[in-house]
């Protein structure tokens, strides 16, 4: 019966004693390079904004028959339309679906491109009927893109606020500031890909913050629970602990995470970019821990949080005597 209690596979041993925090500066400078080529990158050549932040079309339209992605693709990219992007209504039905156009020079080009969608969908599917068209403006899609931004730094601010009540302080700035580099190479992610950086992107990049949050908050969580349980040991030796027990909570979870986005990064249609980005978000999340977070921590509580564990001195025995009169 013990068969059936033990585990049938480990990615680590039990009782590994891999020492990470000897590169730690390796990993903090590589962090930082990466970072800041990301935040170059993003004032040049800049993300790709999509039609949510930089102005476009929307034709909403259903089908006879359910709506063949595929065919849809093709026939655009035969009328020179292959920035065109699709995606399902809502989920009651297979037939609606919008198409995003991004924005034309003038209105005339605009006009043109509205009427070879028009053709696209003859071609695919006959009796299809356009139910809608819209145009996405630039004064929008500003607000769409400061609302965006307020929804990343709000989400930080809350990350820190949680983390600073439930830990010491040291964690909370560790804590954000790796989920800050976390953010800005998924940023230089977006520009080198060359996805678009629409409302799908933010959402992306939160649900990214997440998990990032959740994986760093179980390894904290340990590295506590050992300062409250070895009063003496060294805090770079008990991080590299806390560390090793935890490690394969931390790659189980991220390995099933990642198996789990990986068919919607191949085969998904609407949901590609949107799984492409998770994917590399659970691999820099799931290394940050280790190797960013956990030196931050090192570095700014190797004097305060192991002074604040250790035992109280005993007194002498003039301090005493001195008391006691």
């Known amino acids: 019966m013990r068969f059936f209690y033990k585990p049938l596979f480990r990615l680590v041993p039990d009782g590994t004693r891999i020492q990470f925090m000897k590169g730690r500066f390796a990993g903090l400078i590589v962090s930082a390079v990466l970072s800041l080529a990301s935040v170059g990158l993003f004032f040049y050549p800049g993300l790709r904004l999509g039609i949510d932040f930089k102005g476009g079309v929307v034709m909403e339209a259903r089908t006879p028959q359910p709506a063949d992605f595929a065919h849809l693709r093709a026939a655009l990219a035969a009328h020179n339309l292959s920035d065109a992007g699709l995606q ?40 299809n009927k356009v139910l809608s068209t819209s145009a996405v403006g630039a004064s929008v899609s500003q607000e769409l893109f400061r609302q965006g931004l307020l929804a990343l730094g709000l989400s930080l601010l809350m990350i820190l606020v949680y983390i600073w009540f439930r830990f010491e302080w040291q964690f909370a700035v560790g804590a954000v500031v790796t989920l800050i580099l976390d953010i800005t190479k998924t940023i ?36 506590r629970e050992n300062l409250r349980k070895y009063k003496t040991m060294p805090l770079r030796q008990l991080i590299d602990q806390s560390i090793n027990e935890t490690l394969n909570r931390t790659l189980g979870t991220s390995m099933t995470v990642f198996l789990a986005a990986l068919p919607l990064a191949i085969f998904g249609a609407s949901v590609k970019a949107f799984a492409i980005v998770m994917l590399f978000g659970i691999v820099v999340g799931t290394s940050s821990s280790i190797f960013i977070a956990a030196p931050i921590l090192l570095l700014l509580g190797e004097n305060r949080l192991r002074r604040d564990a250790q035992p109280a001195k005993p007194e002498t025995g003039k301090k005493v005597q001195a008391r006691a009169n």
Request: aromatic content about 6%; cysteine-free.
């Open 88 to 127: 399902r209504v809502g989920s009651a039905s297979a037939n609606e679906f919008m198409i995003r156009l991004e924005s034309r020079a003038n209105a005339a080009a605009t006009d043109l491109a509205v009427a070879r969608v028009h053709a696209a969908l003859d071609q695919v599917a006959p009796g």
């Open 188 to 223: 230089g992610f977006l520009v080198v890909t060359r996805l678009q950086f629409d409302l799908v992107m933010v959402a992306a990049i939160l649900t990214i913050l997440g998990y990032s949050t959740n994986d760093k908050v179980v390894v904290y969580d340990r590295m």
